[in-house]
């Protein structure tokens, strides 16, 4: 058989920045040990996010030339409300600059001070959204979704039994909507199945309540579901969408993700009243009711990424190339996420420095220590993602200290991923002097891993 290899090929280039050890060393002290307070020439390989980090198609580029930029009814937001529509069923549609700003607007309408809601480990900015309006997320996902030495096809699912926990400890009336993270980005780009989704709906429609499906990798998950759950072989990746959003009234989009460009989001909806309510807040926020934040251009290439998102072709060669680089590194022994996810690879911090004390945030360890020996840019999804609890405001230690290996759509190629894999590797054979970590200057008081400023303990070599 012959190897597999992309159905792309490379039309422009961009240049990357190699540096010296010494180099890093006073760029990452310069910038706190915070790695997002790095520029990005000091970055070799960027596996911060796969955000807004894609490259779009010719097709995208030449959308961009026939963008409509009308302030109200532009042709490029039909365009993209019907490809929408096509794709998940829902008929109504606001767009927005990007996701938050969709879960922005969606919650001003749906979220009320007190409100609980229960999810499968909500993504940061939606908890953030949640517990600045003075409501609590519940975490629901399946237990094995945190271990990561367990293997369960659909790591993302939620667990029936702790929805019906949180439904009978705080009444239905303080639950506005269930949400469904499609991939669950925080335990791994982990899918949900579609069987779990079925489970899901039927729960709420016990209690009436509806089904709100953070979307951003929706594509991806539709491809586990095609390749890993039985029944769905034969099915296309756009039969398997459409099934999936028929089991929601409504979601919400971050473009950046599996729009594949470089900024942009929307709510979708099955209400009209919802939707009604949430246009108010979309034109405070973002802009009017035809473009929300995105210029046309912007619209047309993201109608554009939605269709080459939803294809088979373009999904394998993506995914392909995230589990390769899952693959080399298993063979390393490092451990990871299995099985592996859509959009990244998460290795267990915790697993691999057993000798850093939780307190001294291992995940962040790691990242910096990933940076220093290579100028690979991974991001913590540990202990300073988790934040402090907003009523104690103690450490929140998560079950998990991963270090997330976020691969960009269409960026980098085979060797990039052999890159990385060496890079860990190196540092896995000397795991065992690794033993201090970082202490905390400055946090904000919310999502305070963006902006934290760390200080170096000493101990390790
Ligand atoms: N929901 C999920 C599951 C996400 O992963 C993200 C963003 C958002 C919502 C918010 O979307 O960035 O467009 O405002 N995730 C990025 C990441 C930032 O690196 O995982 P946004």
């Not at 109200?72 to 365009?79: C, D, M, N, V």
Request: glycine share 8%; aromatic share 10%; net charge neutral.
């Amino acid at each position: 058989m012959l190897p597999y290899a992309e159905p792309y090929k490379i039309k422009m280039i961009e240049p990357m920045y190699p540096s010296t050890r010494d180099d890093r060393e006073q760029w990452i002290k310069d910038a706190r040990y915070n790695l997002f307070n790095l520029k990005s020439h000091q970055v070799f390989i960027d596996l911060l996010t796969d955000s807004g980090t894609g490259a779009m198609s010719q097709e995208q580029w030449s959308a961009l030339m026939s963008g409509d930029e009308s302030y109200a009814g532009s042709k490029s937001f039909e365009q993209l409300r019907e490809t929408i529509t096509s794709l998940t069923g829902f008929p109504y549609v606001l767009p927005t600059h990007q996701g938050r700003a969709a879960e922005n607007v969606l919650f001003s309408v749906l979220v009320k001070e007190g409100n609980v809601i229960p999810g499968n480990a909500h993504f940061d900015t939606t908890k953030g959204h949640i517990e600045f309006r003075k409501a609590n997320a519940f975490d629901c996902t399946i237990d094995e979704a945190s271990d990561t030495s367990v293997y369960h096809p659909f790591k993302g699912n939620l667990d029936i039994g702790k929805l019906e926990n949180v439904f009978q400890v705080y009444g239905k009336e303080r639950i506005p909507f269930i949400i469904v993270t499609i991939t669950c980005n925080s335990t791994g780009g982990q899918p949900v199945s579609m069987e779990n989704m079925k489970a899901v709906r039927e729960f709420a429609d016990k209690y009436g309540i509806p089904v709100i499906f953070d979307a951003a990798r929706f594509a991806e998950n539709a491809y586990f579901i095609k390749t890993r759950e039985k029944g769905h072989k034969d099915r296309s990746v756009r039969e398997i969408v459409k099934e999936m959003f028929s089991l929601a009234d409504g979601m919400t989009m971050s473009s950046k993700k599996d729009g594949i460009v470089n900024m942009g989001g929307f709510i979708a909806l099955n209400s009209k009243a919802i939707f009604r309510e949430a246009t108010t807040y979309n034109i405070m926020f973002e802009g009017y009711i035809t473009y929300g934040g995105m210029s046309g251009r912007d619209m047309a290439a993201l109608a554009r990424g939605l269709k080459e998102a939803t294809t088979f072709a373009y999904l394998e060669s993506r995914i392909k190339q995230v589990h390769y680089l899952g693959e080399v590194l298993r063979e390393n022994g490092i451990p990871v996420q299995e099985p592996f996810g859509g959009h990244a690879i998460f290795v267990d911090a915790g697993r691999f420095l057993p000798r850093v004390p939780k307190e001294e945030f291992i995940a962040q360890t790691l990242a910096l220590e990933l940076y220093l020996e290579s100028g690979v840019r991974a991001v913590e999804i540990g202990t300073l993602l988790a934040d402090r609890n907003p009523e104690t405001r103690e450490n929140r230690y998560p079950k998990l200290e991963m270090v997330r290996l976020t691969i960009p759509r269409r960026v980098y190629t085979r060797n990039h991923m052999d890159y990385v894999a060496a890079a860990m590797q190196h540092i896995y054979q000397r795991q065992d002097t690794i033993t201090s970590g970082y202490k905390i200057r400055y946090e904000a008081p919310i999502m305070r891993h963006f902006t934290v400023e760390l200080e170096k303990i000493p101990g390790s070599v």
